[in-house]
């Protein structure tokens, strides 16, 4: 990690992550029937939480609709979705119209090309390890983890550590 990514987390009081290919390895499951299948990393999740009980707001911006991801945001407690957005900048403009917050206080972790339009405006622009070379080429810092393998932890504990509010979060974990 560079100096300017962690200087740059330190500003950071919102998480914009994709769903297919960094909350999830990216695969598309479907049965017989057309159901989709996601799978979700326990770590990013767990990431996600740590966020949210710290005071930093987390959201998604997703280019599909999936009644799978209301739910699992739910279950985190993540307040912002947005799905169905082919453009995501669209999203982006009414995520800071409802929070109020500067691009300069928001991160981004994406994979592909259809993130790069954020990722260009945000304070923090993150890639995952499996993401596309062209968008690794254009971002703040890359994870060692793979989308679906705990990106979304790093990335989580990475802003924490930046705001120095990652030591006392694990030790609240000690007896």
């Known amino acids: 990690m560079t100096n300017s990514a962690s200087d740059s987390a330190k500003q950071v009081r919102l998480l914009i992550v994709d769903i297919d290919g960094v909350l999830t390895d990216g695969g598309l499951t479907f049965d017989n029937r057309g159901e989709e299948y996601k799978t979700f990393n326990s770590l990013d999740g767990h990431g996600i939480r ?9 959201a998604v911006i997703t280019g599909r609709n999936s009644e799978i991801v209301n739910h699992r945001m739910g279950e985190l407690g993540v307040r912002h979705i947005y799905q169905g957005y082919r453009d995501k900048l669209e999203a982006f403009e009414k995520l800071l119209q409802d929070t109020g917050l500067e691009p300069g206080n928001i991160a981004y972790v994406g994979d592909d090309l259809p993130d790069l339009p954020i990722m260009q405006r945000v304070g923090l ?3 995952v390890q499996n993401a596309h070379g062209f968008v690794k080429q254009h971002c703040d810092w890359v994870t060692d983890a793979s989308g679906g393998k705990g990106a979304v932890r790093e990335v989580s504990d990475l802003i924490l550590k930046a705001q120095s509010l990652l030591d006392a979060r694990q030790q609240s974990y000690l007896l």
């Open 125 to 127: 622009a993150i890639a």
């Open 50 to 58: 740590m966020l949210l009980d710290c005071g930093i707001e987390v």
